[in-house]
């Protein structure tokens, strides 16, 4: 299997994981963050990184799912999945404590980010 194909993969399998939040009046706002990270910080990076997604889904509400994988094949590329109730709940989430301090704390760490807003075609899960 290539790595375009698994990447497309884990993607879609991302976005059919929640079709029952599809059946809201409102449509999810989905964020992919694609990032490089500096290899001499990669666990210390790895480390912040579980600790803002694992806090901003225990307390925001509108912050549904965050998944975050590395490339197989190189661990500096990190790509995470990210799904709030709506924008309105991606830019409270940007201004929370917990969103900060992960900021300030991965700064140096990150080589270069790439934000992609995407749109979900259809989702599908099984409970």
Do not use: W
Not at 38 to 48: G, P, R
Not at 79 to 86: N, R
């Amino acid at each position: 299997m290539s790595k375009r194909y698994c990447k497309l993969l884990v993607i879609f399998i991302f976005l059919f994981t929640f079709m029952h939040q599809a059946s809201s009046a409102q449509t999810p706002y989905v964020r992919v963050a694609k990032i490089v990270v500096d290899s001499a910080q990669l666990e210390s990076y790895k480390a912040a990184l579980k600790e803002g997604i694992e806090t901003a889904v225990r307390v925001e509400p509108g912050v549904l799912r965050m998944y975050a994988v590395y490339d197989q094949d190189n661990p500096t590329h990190v790509t995470v999945f990210e799904t709030y109730a709506s924008k309105e709940a991606y830019e409270s989430h940007i201004q929370t404590p917990h969103f900060k301090k992960y900021k300030t704390g991965t700064l140096r760490m990150v080589k270069s980010l790439e934000l992609v807003d995407v749109v979900p075609i259809a989702f599908a899960a099984k409970n």
